[in-house]
């Protein structure tokens, strides 16, 4: 007897045969080499299903025989639709046998866990499937005055047409793609592409407009980063397919994490469908063919000389020039519905940093703020391009891989590498060198008490500092350490190695004391008891004055058991040179004088 599964692959029926069994119960599937697709599924609808008795069949499947980055097991085990078992005679006995009866059937023991793992595969893509569609048609019911919805769905992923009324074509398309791992954790991605143009022949500048377009829409309206990527597949320069793939639309859930997904899809879907109102309103639906006579000899000069790789195009409403060599475009627009306070809505600023600069972007509108990472050698061509066409006005709106300067009616792209990834690398290292520069430029300062200190304040700034500690997670403020119930005191949770690989957190009470005297072994008493009630495991002292020996010598010995350390004076006004945006926070307790080189020196020349 011949086994055959019927699967489906992008809507297309296939048939793998099952050819042999070998000695460890590993099926060997192939395609049909003689029977044709209609031949093998001819009468199947019209069998009668007979009790499961009258079929003699055994199903083994061995897990390492699937091998699922193969193109011929990837389909079956995404979308197994049945089973069709047939005598090997001319007359072809055909058996059909849907997926809900072979539930039943008695499969050998260690077999059935890999066949029913697949069944419930493809049962949970195919409720992905239904709630996606769900999604897209309950915010489509929405807008159904305005366009209606085509979905075409393909192995692993859906695509979402937009039909406008009285023939306006719509150039974007919206696209979920899915898929599921070995843990059930499903994946999936959206994006926006644009993909079909009315136009013939070479359509780069409105594949490249109209992405510009939306990757700005979606900065603007969402802070929402994307990845532009462009496809070229005759000639490096020209486009001929482009997408926005949104990067808050990688996400990934659970079994469980249905709704979440639900919501996510339809936050990504609606806000997909209210740019497209605002694309509308910037760009028109019109563009006339191209027209050689529309370029400007100026930029077409700058960018499209004939020593480099370009492409050039022109017509009344845009012109787009391209230098392959550069990275560099540059859309003209003439449109008379280009509006300068779009473009303007984010208000920027370049920070100055240690291997590039950090773009910060504010939309006062709504609040929202974003940054992103301009190296120094993306600058360098970015200035190069202001000095040499004497650009005195401009902002910026950056994505993940594309800048947008905005001049007048000229809109530069810089390809580069603009992920907040390295904004955040970036700021370490610009933090470090300030702080290393700050150390630098606040070694001559000099502090003095304000007397009578505030307790409090005192504390909060010890508390500060400390944070600036090593291996330091957490700090809490308790109480008032002059006060006659025992005061204030600090929690300090720093980190601890528990072993080679493992780490865990340990407890240090800290204790603070804002004297105009040195601090005597009187002033602090039941160190190991207060120790022991908050099952600590060391005690620090921080004092605004100086310690007498007698109390030395007592944190000394408590080391033995515990951990012990202490700040005097001395400790403190040395930690606040280094971290001098402390001390400016507490100049109520603080005087601080900034002493120059000059003055030290000629202290020193006098003494």
Same mark, same amino acid.
């Given at each position: 007897?011949?086994?055959?599964?019927?699967?489906?692959?992008?809507?297309?029926?296939?048939?793998?045969?099952?050819?042999?069994?070998?000695?460890?119960?590993?099926?060997?599937?192939?395609?049909?080499?003689?029977?044709?697709?209609?031949?093998?599924?001819?009468?199947?609808?019209?069998?009668?299903?007979?009790?499961?008795?009258?079929?003699?069949?055994?199903?083994?499947?061995?897990?390492?025989?699937?091998?699922?980055?193969?193109?011929?097991?990837?389909?079956?085990?995404?979308?197994?639709?049945?089973?069709?078992?047939?005598?090997?005679?001319?007359?072809?006995?055909?058996?059909?046998?849907?997926?809900?009866?072979?539930?039943?059937?008695?499969?050998?023991?260690?077999?059935?866990?890999?066949?029913?793992?697949?069944?419930?595969?493809?049962?949970?893509?195919?409720?992905?499937?239904?709630?996606?569609?769900?999604?897209?048609?309950?915010?489509?019911?929405?807008?159904?005055?305005?366009?209606?919805?085509?979905?075409?769905?393909?192995?692993?992923?859906?695509?979402?047409?937009?039909?406008?009324?009285?023939?306006?074509?719509?150039?974007?398309?919206?696209?979920?793609?899915?898929?599921?791992?070995?843990?059930?954790?499903?994946?999936?991605?959206?994006?926006?592409?644009?993909?079909?143009?009315?136009?013939?022949?070479?359509?780069?500048?409105?594949?490249?407009?109209?992405?510009?377009?939306?990757?700005?829409?979606?900065?603007?309206?969402?802070?929402?980063?994307?990845?532009?990527?462009?496809?070229?597949?005759?000639?490096?320069?020209?486009?001929?397919?482009?997408?926005?793939?949104?990067?808050?639309?990688?996400?990934?859930?659970?079994?469980?994490?249905?709704?979440?997904?639900?919501?996510?899809?339809?936050?990504?879907?609606?806000?997909?469908?209210?740019?497209?109102?605002?694309?509308?309103?910037?760009?028109?639906?019109?563009?006339?063919?191209?027209?050689?006579?529309?370029?400007?000899?100026?930029?077409?000069?700058?960018?499209?000389?004939?020593?480099?790789?370009?492409?050039?195009?022109?017509?009344?409403?845009?012109?787009?020039?391209?230098?392959?060599?550069?990275?560099?475009?540059?859309?003209?627009?003439?449109?008379?519905?280009?509006?300068?306070?779009?473009?303007?809505?984010?208000?920027?600023?370049?920070?100055?940093?240690?291997?590039?600069?950090?773009?910060?972007?504010?939309?006062?509108?709504?609040?929202?703020?974003?940054?992103?990472?301009?190296?120094?050698?993306?600058?360098?061509?970015?200035?190069?391009?202001?000095?040499?066409?004497?650009?005195?006005?401009?902002?910026?709106?950056?994505?993940?891989?594309?800048?947008?300067?905005?001049?007048?009616?000229?809109?530069?792209?810089?390809?580069? @590498?603009?992920? $907040?990834?390295?904004?955040?690398?970036?700021?370490? =290292? #610009? &933090?470090? /060198?300030? *702080?290393?520069?700050?150390?630098?430029?606040?070694?001559?300062?000099?502090?003095?008490?304000?007397?009578?200190?505030?307790?409090?304040?005192?504390?909060?700034?010890?508390? @500060?500092?400390? $944070?600036?500690?090593?291996?330091?997670?957490?700090? =809490? #403020? &308790?109480? /008032?350490? *002059?006060?006659?119930?025992?005061?204030?005191?600090?929690?300090?949770?720093?980190?601890?190695?528990?072993?080679?690989?493992?780490?865990?957190?340990?407890?240090?009470?800290?204790?603070?004391?804002?004297?105009?005297?040195?601090?005597?072994?009187?002033?602090?008493?039941?160190?190991?008891?207060?120790?022991?009630?908050?099952?600590?495991?060391?005690?620090?002292?921080?004092?605004?004055?100086?310690?007498?020996?007698?109390?030395?010598?007592?944190?000394?010995?408590?080391?033995?058991?515990?951990?012990?350390?202490?700040?005097?004076?001395?400790?403190?006004?040395?930690?606040?040179?280094?971290?001098?945006?402390?001390?400016?926070?507490?100049?109520?307790?603080?005087?601080?004088?900034?002493?120059?080189?000059?003055?030290?020196?000629?202290?020193?020349?006098?003494?």
């Amino acid at each position: 007897m011949i086994f055959a599964a019927i699967i489906e692959n992008d809507s297309e029926n296939e048939v793998l045969l099952c050819k042999s069994i070998n000695a460890n119960g590993q099926i060997t599937w192939t395609l049909p080499c003689c029977d044709s697709i209609d031949d093998i599924l001819q009468g199947c609808d019209d069998l009668v299903q007979k009790c499961r008795d009258e079929y003699d069949i055994s199903i083994g499947i061995e897990t390492s025989s699937i091998c699922f980055e193969s193109s011929d097991c990837i389909v079956y085990r995404v979308s197994l639709l049945s089973y069709t078992s047939f005598s090997n005679t001319k007359e072809k006995d055909y058996r059909w046998l849907k997926t809900d009866a072979l539930r039943s059937i008695n499969l050998s023991e260690m077999f059935f866990p890999v066949f029913d793992s697949m069944l419930k595969r493809y049962e949970r893509l195919a409720y992905i499937r239904k709630t996606i569609k769900e999604v897209i048609n309950d915010v489509s019911s929405n807008f159904e005055d305005y366009y209606n919805t085509d979905i075409q769905e393909q192995k692993n992923a859906i695509n979402v047409f937009i039909k406008y009324p009285q023939h306006v074509f719509c150039p974007f398309v919206f696209r979920i793609d899915f898929s599921l791992d070995d843990t059930e954790q499903m994946q999936f991605v959206t994006s926006i592409s644009v993909t079909r143009m009315p136009d013939e022949g070479d359509k780069t500048d409105l594949y490249v407009l109209f992405s510009s377009y939306m990757a700005i829409i979606q900065k603007l309206f969402g802070n929402k980063n994307v990845y532009i990527d462009y496809l070229s597949l005759f000639d490096e320069v020209e486009i001929n397919n482009a997408s926005l793939i949104l990067l808050s639309g990688l996400r990934q859930f659970g079994p469980s994490g249905t709704e979440a997904f639900k919501s996510a899809l339809q936050e990504d879907f609606l806000r997909f469908t209210m740019s497209l109102f605002t694309f509308a309103e910037l760009i028109g639906s019109f563009f006339t063919e191209l027209d050689e006579d529309c370029y400007c000899k100026e930029y077409l000069d700058y960018l499209c000389s004939t020593d480099a790789s370009y492409n050039c195009q022109a017509r009344k409403e845009v012109q787009y020039y391209y230098n392959a060599v550069k990275g560099i475009s540059m859309l003209r627009i003439s449109n008379a519905e280009y509006r300068d306070d779009f473009f303007n809505a984010l208000t920027w600023e370049m920070i100055d940093g240690v291997d590039g600069k950090i773009l910060c972007q504010i939309n006062t509108d709504n609040g929202y703020l974003s940054f992103n990472f301009v190296s120094n050698e993306c600058w360098d061509k970015i200035s190069q391009v202001i000095d040499d066409m004497h650009i005195s006005k401009y902002t910026f709106i950056c994505q993940s891989n594309y800048l947008f300067m905005f001049e007048g009616k000229n809109i530069w792209i810089f390809e580069g @590498d603009f992920s $907040e990834y390295w904004v955040a690398e970036e700021k370490k =290292k #610009l &933090l470090d /060198r300030q *702080n290393r520069e700050r150390i630098i430029l606040h070694l001559n300062r000099q502090f003095k008490w304000r007397y009578p200190i505030n307790y409090t304040r005192f504390e909060e700034l010890i508390a @500060d500092l400390y $944070e600036r500690e090593e291996l330091v997670q957490n700090i =809490k #403020l &308790l109480g /008032r350490s *002059n006060c006659p119930d025992g005061g204030r005191d600090l929690l300090i949770w720093k980190i601890e190695r528990k072993g080679e690989s493992s780490f865990g957190s340990k407890l240090i009470i800290g204790q603070c004391k804002a004297y105009n005297r040195s601090i005597n072994k009187s002033d602090v008493t039941d160190i190991r008891d207060t120790i022991e009630h908050y099952d600590a495991t060391g005690f620090y002292l921080f004092t605004s004055s100086a310690l007498t020996v007698p109390l030395i010598d007592n944190l000394v010995k408590l080391k033995e058991k515990y951990e012990s350390d202490w700040w005097t004076e001395r400790e403190i006004f040395k930690k606040l040179r280094q971290h001098s945006d402390v001390a400016d926070r507490y100049s109520d307790i603080l005087e601080i004088d900034e002493v120059s080189s000059s003055s030290m020196n000629e202290k020193a020349v006098t003494v």
